[in-house]
């Protein structure tokens, strides 16, 4: 499947928030959306643009497809089946994307983007409830158990991450065992456990027209 190549930094100034696709680096002072909090472009620091509803609806898609780094189709996809889901529409797509296993390997800090888990997925290294899983979409369910299965450089490598990302915050849905390098699902992701700002609500407008 076609990826995204081009310069992360550019997603974020485009959506004008920090989507930390660069791990340590939109942290520190060289984030780019710090130094240049205007949309990226020759024009881009002098443009005045007044949104339209559907200008505002697209960017909140195109915002939550660059968090979870996913293309359209795919996430249509995943709106289609929370359409039919019982319950809030919104809110059943953002726990649907939260429960990808890229997500949930990047929710318990064993790496540094979701970029880097679906990596981590896609090389084998990634067992649920003791079964191999290369799919980085699958979706984990309640007391499943996600656990790594490293070398030990990598396992050096890993623990170096723990390290730095011990202060960013472990959802309360996720329990992370970090000296087996595994974690369990302990419930179904809620909407507070979503840790960007996200207005659901522009999505299903938008799709719904």
């Not at 898609?61 to 660059?66: F, G, H, L, Y």
């Not at 019982?86 to 949930?104: A, C, H």
């Amino acid at each position: 499947m076609a990826r995204y190549s081009g310069p992360s930094c550019k997603l974020c100034r485009r959506e004008g928030i920090k989507l930390f696709l660069k791990g340590t680096k939109c942290t520190s002072d060289k984030c780019p959306i710090t130094r240049r909090a205007y949309p990226p472009g020759e024009h881009g620091k002098m443009r005045r643009v007044k949104h339209s509803n559907y200008s505002l609806q697209l960017r909140e898609k195109q915002k939550v497809k660059r968090i979870y780094g996913i293309l359209e189709n795919q996430f249509r996809l995943y709106f289609k089946n929370a359409e039919k889901s019982k319950g809030v529409t919104g809110q059943i797509l953002l726990q649907s994307l939260e429960r990808r296993l890229d997500n949930v390997i990047f929710r318990l800090n064993y790496c540094l983007t979701r970029k880097e888990a679906r990596q981590i997925v896609r090389h084998n290294h990634v067992y649920v409830n003791d079964k191999k899983v290369n799919i980085p979409s699958y979706l984990v369910k309640k007391n499943d158990k996600v656990a790594l299965k490293l070398k030990e450089k990598q396992k050096k490598n890993i623990k170096e991450i723990i390290e730095i990302l011990k202060d960013r915050q472990i959802p309360a849905w996720l329990k992370m065992d970090s000296k087996n390098f595994s974690g369990t699902v302990l419930e179904m992701p809620k909407r507070e456990d979503v840790a960007f700002p996200i207005q659901e609500r522009l999505i299903v407008e938008l799709y719904s027209k």
